[in-house]
């Protein structure tokens, strides 16, 4: 039986200003602990779940918590995508989930997929939701209400990771506007690494399936992490996000791979089947 028991990523977060692992020491820690740069997102989707889960009360948690417990070695972060969640009303099972890899697997990061972006006492309760009742290390937020906007969550303490360059191609209708002879994607890069850095720990998403814009952001935020989305159902390379986004290091990136482990089977042994699977993407693109 796994533990449900909460803890206050705030209260984590003000003993470790003085004894307490920020972010960006936390996720050095996993990677070197892990030797692994692969990242397992949590995106549970009942259809495609086995279906003796679609019976059980708390079916997410118990199916995430398998697909956990068999890859947990083998990853530095795992990233529940929280509309997954929303969707089923199992935010509920979120909060068990995270609190089953913050107890259980203490050593690997723990990023919440929000995307959230708003201004003022929003931000900050949005903060509140990562931080404090998920416990995330970090939260992925939307840049495009500026520094302001992302303020309260460097005030809390956590980790903050900003889009900047996304999979999907509908990317383009923005991110690769000019401005001023660059593109913007290059223009968030800038101020990621030049103005968030400063206010905290940070970092960037930018997808597998632009390969060279990745290694344009890199020449651009030197050590920062960056989170790699889009490997394996969206077509990414694991292989050409190691070249183009590793630091000096071989890490430096976060390589995430969500439906192609989590629905490796769907079947009894869906959960040796992630291992596998994650196994394989995990040896592609770490050092």
Wanted: charged residues 20%.
């Amino acid at each position: 039986m796994y533990s449900t028991q909460p803890t206050s990523a705030l209260l984590r977060r003000s003993q470790s200003k003085g004894n307490s692992v920020a972010f960006l020491d936390r996720l050095d820690r996993a990677w070197s602990l892990s030797r692994s740069n692969l990242c397992v997102g949590l995106d549970p989707d009942p259809s495609k779940m086995p279906r003796r889960f679609s019976s059980q009360p708390n079916g997410i948690a118990d199916f995430c918590i398998e697909i956990i417990n068999a890859t947990a070695d083998l990853v530095c972060a795992f990233k529940p995508q929280i509309a997954y969640f929303a969707a089923q009303r199992a935010e509920d099972q979120l909060e068990t989930i995270c609190n089953y890899i913050r107890s259980s697997h203490p050593d690997v990061v723990l990023i919440l997929d929000a995307k959230r972006g708003d201004i003022g006492s929003t931000a900050a309760n949005y903060a509140i939701e990562a931080y404090d009742r998920f416990g995330a290390d970090a939260v992925t937020v939307n840049p495009y209400l500026g520094t302001d906007s992302v303020e309260p969550f460097f005030e809390a303490g956590g980790g903050v990771i900003g889009l900047c360059r996304t999979s999907n191609p509908g990317g383009d209708d923005l991110q690769m506007l000019d401005t001023g002879g660059e593109p913007l994607f290059v223009r968030v890069a800038e101020m990621i690494a030049q103005r968030w850095s400063r206010l905290g720990d940070c970092g960037l998403v930018v997808g597998a399936t632009y390969p060279n814009e990745l290694s344009r952001v890199r020449q651009i935020v030197g050590d920062l992490p960056i989170l790699v989305p889009g490997v394996g159902a969206q077509g990414g390379s694991a292989d050409e996000v190691k070249a183009n986004g590793s630091r000096s290091d071989g890490h430096g990136i976060i390589v995430n791979s969500s439906r192609a482990v989590l629905y490796a089977s769907s079947g009894d042994d869906f959960a040796s089947a992630a291992r596998l699977v994650a196994d394989d993407t995990r040896q592609s693109c770490s050092p």
